[in-house]
């Protein structure tokens, strides 16, 4: 294990702990623990030289841990997980559960990770996510059906973590479509859905969360958007339950969707709708178009009502925005 991330561990507690003690815990020399500590800061956490004592963080950190959110998981999730893995930092977590999905890994293998270097959304748009203050999850399911049969899967997947944030923290979640978690009129999470394989099936689906916990302030430089995260709409709760929230969510509605398709999750999308009888500006490849915006059709298109009449929009083509 790299020392850097051992040293986390012990100093997460946010106690002080001695550079002799952590030295001995570690099997390392004092000189390694305090090039450990910098390399702390590099990651964008204050750790604390506490004269004659030794060094603490600034704030107490809850790391991931595959065994707790295991544990925390309900019965069907469970059976339905395959592999689990936490890691300290990876490009994206996406990004590594395609590349397992090419070497065989099955159905229900799951990838967190406490930092993203090159997290991604939509359209190519970066993904901005700190060290240990978001949750980055991402999940590994595979099919019989051709990505054809899977239209509406980021809906239904979006429609699912959003019951799970609400019911996990006192938080008014709702959803823009086609991807975006919405709280405040502010984005506090997206999806995305990733798929490999021939028009007519099987297809290895990755489907990739991201939901903002405790962003640092300086977060917002990097977001090219209003956000929020679960902190400062006044609930943030564990991580390590959060994601297992999620997943009680996600792993059986990945199971059940090439079967059923969007129609268990429509109604409470729709529900959720954050932009329902709202003029809104689609921006396409041919231009903008302006329109209201009313729901989604049974594939997940958007419906829009434009002075034209009603136009729909499928997600891989547009982006959407509030009309100002």
Not at 19 to 48: Q, T
Not at 160 to 166: F, Q, T, Y
């Amino acid at each position: 294990m790299d020392t850097r991330w051992a040293l986390l561990r012990r100093l997460a507690d946010g106690e002080v702990h001695s550079g002799e003690a952590l030295g001995r815990a570690l099997g390392v020399s004092r000189a390694a623990v305090w090039k450990a500590v910098r390399g702390l800061a590099d990651l964008g956490l204050e750790v604390e030289a506490v004269a004659g004592r030794g060094y603490r963080l600034a704030a107490p950190l809850e790391l991931l841990d595959a065994g707790r959110i295991t544990a925390a998981l309900g019965p069907e999730a469970r059976r339905r997980l395959a592999r689990l893995e936490v890691l300290p930092e990876v490009d994206s977590t996406s990004r590594r559960l395609l590349a397992a999905a090419r070497e065989g890994a099955p159905s229900g293998t799951v990838c967190l990770a406490e930092r993203q270097t090159a997290g991604r959304g939509r359209r190519g748009r970066s993904w901005c996510s700190p060290f240990a203050a978001s949750l980055c999850l991402s999940v590994l399911w595979r099919c019989d059906e051709g990505p054809g049969r899977l239209g509406g899967l980021s809906l239904a997947v979006g429609a699912a973590v959003a019951g799970a944030l609400r019911a996990a923290a006192p938080v008014a979640v709702g959803l823009k479509w086609p991807n975006d978690l919405i709280a405040g009129g502010r984005k506090l999470g997206g999806i995305l859905v990733e798929l490999q394989g021939e028009a007519q099936g099987p297809t290895a689906v990755v489907v990739g969360i991201g939901i903002n916990v405790r962003m640092p302030d300086g977060a917002g430089e990097a977001i090219d958007q209003p956000w929020t995260d679960l902190a400062r709409e006044g609930a943030a709760p564990p991580r390590n339950a959060l994601a297992a929230a999620v997943l009680d969510a996600v792993l059986p509605l990945l199971a059940r969707f090439p079967g059923e398709g969007l129609a268990p999750w429509r109604p409470a999308w729709e529900r959720l709708d954050a932009l329902r009888g709202r003029r809104v500006v689609v921006h396409t490849a041919d231009g903008p178009v302006q329109g209201v915006a009313e729901g989604v059709e049974a594939d997940g298109a958007l419906r829009l009502r434009t002075a034209a009449g009603l136009r729909r929009f499928h997600s891989g083509e547009v982006s959407l925005r509030g009309a100002p």
